[in-house]
């Protein structure tokens, strides 16, 4: 359990910084927001490429849960930039 918990957090905050770096929020983003922006991002992204048969199992700290994280992350961004009308999350 609590390395699950871990793993969710590596992930997330990988997943959750590279995503800030694409998205132009990275100087406007600390630790705990890049890890909470990634860790649903994976349930995002796990939801949106199990929905499209492609598979999105975030599972353990890999490239794999990283990569679906990180497309999660992207996407949760966008959406809040569009919610928002800025660039800053």
């Not at 132009?24 to 983003?29: A, F, I, M, W």
Request: aromatic share 6%.
């Amino acid at each position: 359990m609590l390395w699950t918990i871990i793993g969710w957090i590596v992930v997330g905050a990988i997943a959750g910084w590279l995503a800030s770096l694409v998205m132009g929020t990275n100087r406007g983003q600390s630790l705990v927001e890049d890890i909470v922006i990634g860790i649903i991002g994976g349930i995002i992204g796990g939801f949106i490429l199990n929905a499209l048969d492609i598979g999105g199992e975030v599972e353990g700290i890999n490239l794999v849960s990283i990569l679906v994280a990180f497309f999660g992350a992207v996407v949760l961004l966008l959406i809040l930039r569009a919610v928002r009308g800025t660039a800053q999350v």
